[in-house]
């Protein structure tokens, strides 16, 4: 009978050096794709810099790690006209209403802009003092969407 024939178990064969290489390089992937997803890809790590730390970094001379760089300052807009045809404004930290930089919008303001709105502005930081953020991004609402 065909039921009195032992069943063997297949035998697991060891992971040749080729599967073990190709194992090594799907986890090495998986942990930066992870890496990546929480901390950001970006020049500067696409953290939002507090204004305060920003200004009080740059008291003498520009920090070196933002010239050039794409940066995004969350703060308060203050002192816009509320006219479309004037690009700057000043942006004020929401901890420390001491501190604030100067933003010029290189683009459109985009709809509901004015004073007193909380903004994330997205862009080149100036190579010279005082600080000047050229944005050419602005986001309003409420910073637990951004």
């Not at 790590?45 to 305060?52: C, D, E, H, N």
């Not at 006209?81 to 930290?93: I, M, Y």
Request: with cysteine; glycine share 6%; proline share 5%.
């Amino acid at each position: 009978m065909a039921s009195d024939v032992p069943l063997q178990e297949p035998t697991k064969r060891p992971m040749s050096r080729r599967q073990k290489r190709k194992l090594a390089v799907v986890l090495v992937v998986v942990v930066v794709a992870v890496v990546i997803v929480f901390w950001g890809w970006d020049s500067t790590g696409r953290s939002r810099l507090g204004i305060a730390s920003l200004v009080n970094e740059s008291q003498t001379s520009i920090p070196p790690q933002y010239i050039n760089k794409t940066i995004e300052l969350q703060g308060i807009v203050s002192d816009w006209s509320g006219s479309v045809s004037d690009t700057s404004f000043r942006l004020v930290d929401q901890v420390d209403s001491t501190k604030s930089i100067e933003v010029t919008m290189a683009g459109a303001f985009p709809a509901e802009f004015d004073n007193g709105k909380t903004v994330v502005a997205k862009g080149l930081l100036g190579d010279s003092l005082p600080l000047v953020l050229t944005a050419t991004e602005i986001t309003i609402g409420c910073a637990t969407k951004y």
